[in-house]
Nanobody, 119 residues
C-alpha cells in the first residue's frame, strides 16, 4: 500500500504561482510512477504531469507544458508540482497518484487539494 497526502493548495491571482507537495509513505517508490491529476467542477479528472521515480523522466499535459514543473528529490518521498503563470482555467482539485511502472492504471490516490486561480 502507498499512502499519499497532498498539501500546498490555495487561492492565487492569475499569473501567480503555487507549489503543491505530495508526501508518500508505505512503500519504497523505486519502480513507481508518481503523477498529478486535476478535476474541475463538472469536468472529468485529467492528467497533469508524471515522473518516473527512478530516473526522473517526466511527462506533461500540453495545457501545462512550460508553466508547471514536476519534481522529486534524490532523497525522500515527497513529490512537488511547481505551478507558475497560473490561469483561471487551472482552477481545480489537484490529486496526487501512484502506480507501479508496468501498470496502466493508477492504484493509489490522495484526498486532493483545492487550487483556485482568480482573474
Amino acid at each position: 500500500q502507498v499512502q499519499l497526502e497532498e498539501t500546498g493548495g490555495g487561492m492565487v491571482q492569475a499569473g501567480g504561482s503555487l507549489r503543491l507537495s505530495c508526501a508518500a509513505s508505505g512503500r519504497t517508490l523505486t519502480n513507481y510512477v508518481m503523477a498529478w491529476f486535476r478535476q474541475a467542477p463538472g469536468q472529468e479528472r485529467e492528467f497533469v504531469a508524471a515522473v518516473l521515480w527512478s530516473g526522473g523522466n517526466t511527462h506533461y499535459a500540453d495545457s501545462v507544458k512550460g508553466r508547471f514543473t514536476i519534481s522529486r528529490p534524490r532523497v525522500g518521498n515527497t513529490m512537488y508540482l511547481q505551478m507558475d503563470s497560473l490561469k483561471p482555467e487551472d482552477t481545480a482539485v489537484y490529486y496526487c497518484a501512484a502506480k507501479f511502472r508496468t501498470l496502466s492504471t493508477y492504484d493509489y490516490w490522495g484526498q486532493g487539494t483545492q487550487v483556485t486561480v482568480s482573474s
